[in-house]
């Protein structure tokens, strides 16, 4: 065996993560051009916002099942009107120094100059299902950030309390179109005809 590959074996995994701490860019000195050229290259789901770097849980089982659920629901309704739904990882640009990592995302029309091929750079709506890492994530900084970046609806998907919130734009802030549990039906004012039944969609297996 050669000398440099005694090196690298030798190399511990404390030696590396050193490494990549010398070698990476510090929290809060990432360009965003270096967040978007890493996570070119990744399956994390990592967000950004202003040179820091977020990254998110890998998603549950439970949280994958609701997800494919109403994605499916989105897609179906969509895709005989011309629109385009997509779910994680796609990078949605807030604006510039600023991007989120949605569940769910979708446009009306397939033409949207917003939907890019590297990150969309806008959406008609967007969808969280609450990550139990972090609830307030979801809850609050999303729903603050998604109405910074204009989308018109927001969908937060509780599995802890099995509600799903619905939020509308109004002037540039959020306001409440209802927060609806099992027995009900949670229907979107921007999708005329759009609707699903809560129970199954916690239900989804």
């Known amino acids: 065996m050669s000398a440099a590959s005694d090196s690298t074996s030798e190399f511990s995994p404390r030696a ?15 360009t965003e051009e270096q967040y978007l050229a890493m996570t070119d290259h990744t399956n994390r789901l990592i967000e950004f916002t202003d040179g820091s770097l977020e990254p998110l849980p890998v998603p549950t089982d439970r949280h994958q ?8 629901a989105f897609a179906g309704f969509l895709r005989p009107r011309g629109g385009k739904v997509r779910f994680a990882p796609l990078r949605l640009q ?12 979708l446009v009306r029309l397939a033409s949207d100059p917003r939907r890019q091929n ?3 750079t806008g ?16 809850l609050i900084d999303k729903r603050g950030d998604y109405a910074e970046g204009g989308v018109a609806e927001y969908w937060i998907v509780n599995p802890e309390n099995e ?11 959020y306001v409440y179109a209802g927060t609806l549990q099992r027995g009900q039906s949670a229907a979107s004012l921007m999708l005329e005809g759009f609707a699903v039944d809560v129970a199954d969609v916690f239900n989804a297996d």
């Not at 807030?94 to 995302?105: A, H, N």
């Not at 959406?123 to 979801?138: F, H, I, T």
């Not at 919130?165 to 002037?171: A, D, E, H, I, R």
Request: charged share 25%.
């Open 94 to 105: 807030i604006r510039p120094g600023k991007f989120r990592e949605p569940d769910l995302l």
């Open 123 to 138: 959406a008609d709506l967007a969808l969280e299902v609450v990550s139990p890492d972090k609830p307030s994530r979801d």
């Open 16 to 30: 590396w993560k050193d490494f990549l701490f010398d070698v990476m860019p510090r929290q809060g000195a990432w």
């Open 65 to 72: 099942a609701i997800l494919a659920f109403l994605y499916e």
């Open 163 to 173: 509600t799903i919130t619905v939020l509308t734009l109004q002037g540039g802030s």
């Open 118 to 120: 590297r990150f969309w």
